[in-house]
């Protein structure tokens, strides 16, 4: 027998079951013991729908989990993401789906509920590339791009973030210098989903046109194909969070554009906030997504594992702490809901998402944590999943602003005080 054979003849069979992706009930997408307050079981129409579709993708479990161990980025998922109309992100576009707040995010806790990867690869081509495009650019811009984007079609990238400019993005020194009647475009960009590989990034550069006051030393957002001259973009190695979806280090060296390539409704930093503040409710839903489906390892694991003659859930301790994790769990599920009934009522405010999503991001770390020790020796399998999560987890912390940016956020808002400078 070879190394491999015998490998393969005693792995063990995972210890948690994989998610069922021809749910389509509330009871089935969530049962009870995960909806202690009943939140969700009164879904229904196109919000249910759009929720089993999300399931749907948990066919495509073992392909994610192999992609996350060999570091793969599989893309054919982009299509097939498309295809179920689920990059629209809440975003009104025609002749495609409109989620609600509430599809909107049981969409985004569905896929990280099954991979984080999945989840995020809806937060990037919709919730940034797309919802740029679709809320700042032309007509024609829209026209080139939504229903690729939309459709998975071509690979969208949000170049905000530089290597020395992360929490403060608006300090970014990438420049945009207006040259005739062309932009040329230097600087680097980091930790760019999609920004290799891809097919147009949305880069953001501050501003030399002495031609246009208002505009001159602002920033602005620029359509770059990154096929063009002096686009340089490399596959970020050595992550251990998100392994099934690729960030890029992208080198801008005088890369030249038309002067229609720029979003004319991107005038300064307020205008990239509004994009920000969109997808900040989407982090609060991915980390409940990911929270969900540890607890659920957890409780099952609990139920069937034997240890000295009884289950784990006979276990005093062992229902103290998944009494815990479920009251966290709900705590989080209490903000989403909120976050979604006021989107739906025109009254979210930005300082609402970012307490959000301090809260979810956080919370969700500490039920990772506990499920990943009730697993015992099996929590450290990817097969299993709860450590998969755990990793992904220390991403959504920190993307979409820090959990520190986010508390400063909310702490200017309830104190009337900016602690930033």
Known sequence: MTSTEQSTSIGSAPVVSAPDPAAATPAELLPPPADHVALFQQVDGEDLEAWADARSFAVHLDRLNQAWEDYEYPTELLAALGEKDLFTDGLELPGHRHLS?????????????????LGTMVGVQGGLALRSIALLGSDEQKARWVDPLAAGTELGAFALTEPTHGSDSVSLETMA?????????????????????????????????????????????????????????????????????????????????????????????????????????GVAWGALGHATACYEAALEHATTRVQFGRPLAKAQHVQVRLADMLQTLTSMQLYCVRLAELEAA????????????????RAAREIAADARDLLGGS?????????????????????????????????????GVSAFV
């Open 177 to 281: 210098r207006r040259d005739g009647d062309q932009w040329v475009l230097s600087g680097e960009k980091r930790w760019i989903g999609n920004g290799a590989g891809g097919h147009v990034s949305v880069v953001w550069a501050r501003v030399q046109d002495p031609s246009d006051p208002a505009l001159d030393g602002q920033v602005s957002g620029f359509l770059v194909d990154q096929s063009l001259p002096g686009y340089d973009a490399e596959i970020i190695r050595g992550k251990v969070a998100l392994r099934a979806i690729h960030q890029a280090h992208i080198r801008l060296t005088d890369v030249r554009l038309p002067l229609d390539a720029r979003l004319p409704g991107a005038r300064s930093f307020k205008d990239t906030s509004r994009v920000l503040f969109a997808t900040r409710a």
């Open 346 to 361: 025109g009254t979210l405010l930005p300082e609402q998402a970012s307490l959000a999503k301090v809260h979810n991001t």
């Open 379 to 415: 929590g450290i399998l990817l097969e299993n999943r709860v450590v998969r999560h755990r990793s992904d987890l220390e991403a959504l912390h920190t993307y979409e602003g820090t959990d520190t940016m986010q508390s400063l956020i909310v702490g200017r808002r309830i104190t």
């Open 101 to 117: 707040p509430l599809a909107t995010g049981l969409v985004n806790m569905e896929l990280s509920r099954i991979d984080g990867s």
